[in-house]
């Protein structure tokens, strides 16, 4: 399984779009500042993720969440529904 995941700083209340094959593990690499773009912006939280069966389609997403705003802005408003229900 592949992941596309947001996370959202603790810091700065940015967000960052990525993937990978084990969710648990990257989250904790970002947390730990294993990684080199967001080791400033520590802590994350997980606030969605979605899961596919194949690496393409997983990075297909994860371009068009990052690339294409309108997207993402649908997917923001879909999460801040949800929590707020």
């Keep these: 399984m592949y992941y596309v995941y947001i996370l959202k700083s603790l810091k700065d209340d940015k967000l960052y779009i990525g993937y990978t094959n084990n969710l648990l593990r990257r989250i904790k690499e970002h947390n730990s500042k294993s990684n080199q773009s967001t080791k400033s912006r ?18 297909k997403r994860e371009s068009n969440l990052k690339l294409h705003a309108k997207a993402l802005t649908q997917l923001l408003i879909r999460i801040r529904n949800s929590v707020a229900s």
Excluded: G, I, M
């Design 42 to 59: 520590t802590p994350f939280k997980l606030v969605y993720y979605e899961a596919y069966h194949n690496k393409q389609d997983a990075t």
